[in-house]
């Protein structure tokens, strides 16, 4: 399996454009996951789907920050408008579910850049 | 507000050293404790876990300790490697023996860096 999949890798825009992050879980997992790591805050849970749902989203820090999982292999993290504070680097991760502590599965993460 | 507090945020040493990264928590209902590896340009991954029934977990050259009492673990690195070298971040999960899924609480990490 190739892993989780996210794009694009890099991401540098400018303030109030808007930014769209994607995430490709790995096959058959039923669990996604996106976060954000930045110096200051460490790594953060934004939110997490089970089964294309949204199941917690207290983690999303404002409205303009949206996502959305319309199948079981895509995943879209919204940005609108986006800001400096924003830069980090956002990591989606994916699980199938065989009791609460079961292994999360990282992607190598999209660095976003917010001039 | 900060759950997961840890300890160096940064860590030099020798090869074929110890290393040693401390965490504590003060959440009583955390009830599992993975530790994370993440190398640069890599998503963190799972590299070892304990649960609060026992004291202490090895596998290979890395150990965790936990304290339940004063509420704190540590991973221990032995024989550390240059390939060691990269941020290693604890965890705590709530509701580890629930019917949900339990999230991840993340400590700040810590830069491990092994001298050859």
């Known amino acids: 399996d190739a892993g989780v999949i996210q794009s694009p890798r890099h991401e540098v825009t400018e303030m109030g454009q808007e930014v769209t992050l994607r995430c490709k879980p790995i096959?058959?997992?039923?669990?996604l996951f996106w976060y954000r790591q930045t110096m200051m805050r460490g790594l953060e849970l934004l939110i997490y789907?089970?089964?294309?749902?949204?199941?917690?989203d207290s983690g999303m820090p404002e409205d303009r920050f949206s996502a959305k999982m319309p199948n079981a292999s895509f995943s879209t993290l919204k940005i609108q408008p986006s800001e400096p504070r924003d830069s980090a680097v956002y990591f989606c991760?994916?699980?199938?579910?065989?009791?609460?502590?079961?292994?999360?599965?990282f992607g190598p993460g999209t660095r976003l850049t917010v001039l | 507000q900060q759950q997961v507090k840890q300890s160096p945020q940064s860590l030099i040493v020798q090869k074929g050293g110890i290393s040693i990264i401390n965490c504590a928590y003060e959440?009583?209902?955390?009830?599992?404790f993975p530790w994370y590896q993440q190398f640069p340009g890599k998503g963190p991954a799972l590299l070892i876990a304990?649960?609060?029934?026992?004291s202490e977990k090895k596998e290979g050259r890395f150990t965790i300790s936990f304290n339940k009492s004063a509420k704190q673990f540590s991973l221990h690195i032995m024989d550390s490697q240059p390939g060691d070298s990269a941020t290693y971040f604890c965890?705590?999960?709530?509701?580890?023996?629930?019917?949900?899924?339990?999230?991840?609480?993340f400590g700040q990490g810590t830069i491990l860096t092994v001298h050859p």
């Open positions: 991760a994916s699980s199938f579910w065989t009791g609460p502590t079961d292994t999360q599965y």
């Open positions: 096959s058959g997992h039923d669990y």
């Open positions: 789907f089970n089964n294309n749902v949204p199941i917690d």
């Open positions: 959440n009583t209902a955390f009830d599992y």
């Open positions: 304990i649960r609060p029934d026992v």
């Open positions: 965890a705590a999960v709530q509701n580890a023996g629930g019917t949900s899924y339990g999230k991840l609480t």
